[in-house]
DNA sequence: CAAATTTTTGACCGATTGGACAAACGTTAG
DNA sequence: CTAACGTTTGTCCAATCGGTCAAAAATTTG
């Protein structure tokens, strides 16, 4: 019985070759960029033809757009958990370090999502100003309402939440040159503890409440 | 006398079409990186043709590489500026707005530059290892040199470094994001001086030297 | 087993790419 | 004027691009 809604309805291989080809995919897109890379470098890196690899997804694109899809929803999960009840100064710096290690853990997603943003986001922009708009507004209120309520101090919400971006997911997008800054004896596995103690300090810190 | 250093001796029309060109192609490797690029691309932004295109320009890496060595030299400038001598927090405060204005300003540039550290730094690595490292280093003592003082809080001068590169190249490098999710209304022209207020709360307030 | 279906491959296609080249054109100095 | 030099263009090329297709190979189903 095929609904009139399209269902997957796929092959244990695959959604094994699927995966198989979204993940070099992740890793040739995030390095190269989308116009950057080639079918034939992401068939090479899946391990397979290209012919084979258009059998699974029939258009560069499609690609493209699959891991775009899955990204969104992955990398905004921390600040979907950003809840209204709880300390919010706890809320906040846990907020900060579930995003600087994602910036640890996942750095081609990050690169993938900045690529996205540097060309004009044309293949998302519906996204963001529908989506990640209204999310946005919605925990900027709720980070408003501690403000008001003396929990922290006062200042842009918006603002507040860019530069938590800007600060963690620069670890990811900028990391060779975080690395060549820092050298070989502070560019090791350390600088992402070294940087959460820093933002820590800067955001937490510089957001008690004033007397 | 032609000497064994390779001078320009460029005519008039050189110079002038270079220059064209270059802007040409500031505007769209900036948008859709180096691999996305085609000369023709170029050409047609600089209103000629291709061959006519690479007359000057004779690989379209040339073009990439003279526009990156120009953009180090400016985008560097203003960490430059950071002296020693006068008040810490005010030097601080005008660097970081400084970098607000060029992100304002210059946002093709930084663009041009995310892009290439995005992809590895192919073509800039010696330069991030050798000339930026350096630069950030003798900056960072000064600011270290700070904190001993007790003229600010103690931190960790490179991340406090890597954070206002952060923050200000994001509002030039994300900027779609920027203003989807401030939308119509906040989204504005305004959006640089909101930012340039938070920021300073951000960094000056909190770089205020703890009783 | 055999038939049906799914997966894989090699060969191929038109379009686009970066770049070469000689010829034509324009400009200027003697 | 004319020879020399600087500039521009049309044409062309090999390589690479995204994608097609039919047929072979492998797998699943009955």
Redesign the interface.
């Known amino acids: 019985m095929t609904t009139s809604m399209e269902a997957p309805r796929r092959t244990r291989i695959q959604q094994e070759k699927r995966e198989l080809i979204l993940e070099a995919a992740l890793e040739v897109f995030s ?6 890379s080639t079918i034939d470098q992401i068939a090479e890196a899946a391990g397979m033809s290209k012919p084979n690899l258009l059998y699974y997804f029939r258009r560069k694109e499609d690609i493209h757009e699959t891991l775009m899809q899955r990204l969104l929803d992955t990398w905004l999960a921390p600040l979907r958990e950003l809840d209204d009840i709880g300390d919010p100064l706890t809320e906040l710096r846990s907020y900060i370090r579930r995003k600087l290690e994602m910036a640890r853990d996942f750095p081609r997603e990050s ?1 993938l999502f ?2 996205e ?5 044309p293949r998302i ?1 519906p996204l ?2 529908g989506e ?2 209204t999310l ?2 919605e925990k900027a209120t709720v980070i408003k309402g501690w403000m008001r309520a003396g929990k922290i101090a006062k ?2 919400p ?3 939440i ?2 938590i ?3 963690t ?3 990811a ?2 990391d ?3 690395r ?4 070989a004896d ?1 560019g090791g596995d350390g600088r992402f503890e ?2 959460a ?3 820590e ?3 937490i ?2 957001l008690k409440p004033k007397p």
């Open positions: 390095t190269n960029g989308f116009r950057g690169r900045a690529n943003i540097l060309q004009g986001a922009m963001l100003a990640l708009k946005v507004d200042t842009d918006w603002h507040l860019f530069s971006w800007a600060t997911q620069h670890y997008d900028f060779v040159q975080v060549a800054v820092l050298g502070r070294d940087a103690r820093f933002l300090q800067l955001f810190d510089g």
